[in-house]
């Protein structure tokens, strides 16, 4: 199986300043590593993903970085704003025994990101 | 159409009643999943259907009962719950060729 290890569980910045959350993964055959903003009472919602052949992946002010060796990777956020605000998770697919994983991935325990203006 | 829907919105049910949540996607994606989720917790996965059958039961008590009728529809049905049944609950498509889940907005449910 996965094991997903993320820090840290709370984050205060102040608007424009950057966030960096990471996470760690336990199997070295994860090639799929997605982040998942949850908003009070929302669903979550994928806000940038990274597949194991890149090292970095960029969107806007939202970055992912991934380190195959180290097995880690992170979500940056830079010039952070209020409705940055919310709960976010990383993730990593479940092996599984003979690839019968169907997709299931594991979750880390989440980081609330609280953006102060 | 790229949403997944949930109905209802929120459920407030008894511990004896019976009662359904409904999911429905129009992506056609044939892996679908149940997820339960309490408070600034992650979503912690309950079932996975992949092409209508159920591949993954996440030893679930069996006061939950899931159904996928066909490719677009996934239900979730609900008998004698406790009270710490009460949670959100997600639903998720993903099309069996990609990585990428997509939840649907959730059933609130409150066990009284």
């Known amino acids: 199986g996965e094991n997903v290890e993320q820090h840290p569980s709370t984050l205060s910045v102040q608007e424009g300043d950057s966030a960096v959350i990471k996470c760690t993964y336990s199997?070295?055959?994860?090639?799929?590593f997605p982040w998942y903003k949850q908003e009070l009472g929302k669903r979550p919602q994928l806000i940038i993903d990274?597949?194991?052949?890149?090292g970095e992946k960029k969107d806007q002010r939202i970055a992912v970085t991934l380190n195959k060796t180290a097995k880690h990777f992170s979500l940056h956020i830079t010039e952070t704003q209020p409705e940055d605000s919310a709960v976010y998770f990383c993730a990593a697919p479940w092996g599984g025994a003979g690839g019968t994983s169907y997709g299931k991935l594991t979750f880390g325990q989440g980081t609330i990101l609280t953006v102060h203006p | 159409d790229t949403e997944v829907t949930q109905t209802p919105k929120h459920l407030v049910m008894g511990m004896t009643n019976k009662k359904s949540l409904k999911c429905e996607q129009h992506m056609g994606h044939r892996a679908m999943y149940w997820y339960k989720q309490k408070a600034k917790k992650p979503p912690e996965l309950m079932f996975v259907y992949s092409y209508e059958k159920l591949s993954i039961n996440e030893s679930v008590p069996s006061r939950f009962s899931p159904e996928c009728p066909n490719s677009s529809l996934l239900n979730l049905h609900l008998h004698a719950l406790q009270p710490e049944d009460s949670a959100l609950y997600l639903c998720?498509?993903?099309?069996?060729?990609?990585?990428?889940?997509?939840f649907g907005p959730g059933t609130r449910l409150t066990v009284t």
């Open positions: 990274i597949r194991s052949n890149v």
């Open positions: 199997d070295s055959a994860s090639n799929y």
């Open positions: 998720a498509s993903r099309d069996v060729g990609g990585d990428e889940q997509y």
